[in-house]
């Protein structure tokens, strides 16, 4: 049994009414209502058969979507893991870091085509990387003071995550430098990236140690839960690249965020049009 979880900025009532139809659903719930910040409506019990009918008609409205279990409840979630870059805050670190040297678009563009699987991530995470060689590591604070942002919802979501007793973990193929502050600021359980070397006060152009790529992130993921001796359903997972893909596989609930075309069409659950606190929605 599956209801259908309708979620956008603004949502008509003759489009909910007719979602409602075409899923097969007698009843119309608001979702959360005053926690979130934007509308969110269960339709319930939806027939998963009409996901293609529902898929289209949400995308010509601009809706998010998602058939859950009707058995999802938050009280049953004992772990979120989630990517930093583009899903927990709105930039690419490695992309603000770039500009302090003029080279943003160049780096930036070998950002995307990695994002979107079109490269191997540890190689070009190399790339990248050895071209800040010689920035000064003052730098990445400026980056961290005047430009990192959390993604709008994230610390609703997180504060009611912690609020229910549920574990975090912050695993990012970005830099230990952002993930430690950001785990200190939003009272995270973990945080595991990549570590940048720095000698003479100077990225060197080379990181520290094994890369966190999309397998490590997967990996760390099975290692938590099983510390917690959590099920794979009460684990949910967030991300926006190609390298979250196998963490997202990985959780019973792997949600893309605002994430790259690729993504989204391997996800089970897709969050386009909300913030981080759409993922309450879901749970009951």
Same mark, same amino acid.
């Given at each position: ?18 979602l ?21 409506f269960?339709l ?16 010509? !409205?601009?809706?998010d ?20 870059d ?26 995307e085509r ?23 590591e ?25 609020a ?5 973990l ?16 939003? @009272? ?9 070397e ?5 990225l ?7 890369i ?24 949910i !997972? ?11 596989a !990985?959780?019973?609930? @792997? ?18 049009t909300?913030?981080l ?8």
């Amino acid at each position: 049994m599956y209801k259908l979880i309708i979620q956008a900025p603004e949502i008509a009532t003759q489009n909910l009414k007719r979602l409602a139809q075409l899923a097969g659903a007698n009843q119309i719930t608001a979702v959360r209502a005053g926690q979130l910040a934007h509308q969110a409506f269960k339709l319930s019990p939806a027939e998963h058969t009409s996901q293609p009918t529902i898929a289209a008609f949400c995308s010509q !409205a601009g809706y998010d979507y998602a058939f859950v279990p009707t058995t999802a409840k938050l009280a049953d979630i004992g772990l979120i893991v989630m990517d930093m870059d583009s899903t927990l805050i709105t930039i690419e670190c490695i992309d603000e870091i770039a500009d302090m040297l003029g080279i943003k678009a160049q780096v930036a563009a070998i950002t995307e085509r990695s994002m979107r699987g079109e490269l191997d991530f540890s190689q070009s995470l190399t790339e990248r990387v050895a071209l800040l060689a010689g920035l000064p590591e003052h730098a990445l604070e400026q980056v961290y003071t005047e430009r990192l942002q959390l993604m709008p919802g994230a610390e609703t979501l997180l504060k009611t995550a912690q609020a229910n007793g549920i574990k975090t973990l912050l695993i990012s193929g970005g830099f230990t430098f952002f993930t430690e502050r950001l785990q200190a600021r939003l @009272g995270l359980s973990r945080a595991i990236a990549n570590v940048l070397e720095v000698i003479d006060e100077k990225l060197t152009g080379r990181i520290v140690g094994n890369i966190v790529d999309a397998q490590t992130k997967a990996d760390e993921l099975r290692k938590y839960q099983a510390e917690l001796g959590l099920r794979t359903e009460q684990v949910i !997972a967030l991300g926006d690249g190609a390298n979250d893909l196998k963490m997202l596989a !990985a959780a019973g609930y @792997g949600i893309a965020c605002h994430a790259k075309p690729k993504v989204r069409a391997e996800a089970a659950y897709t969050l386009d049009t909300t913030g981080l606190d759409g993922v309450l929605a879901y749970f009951d």
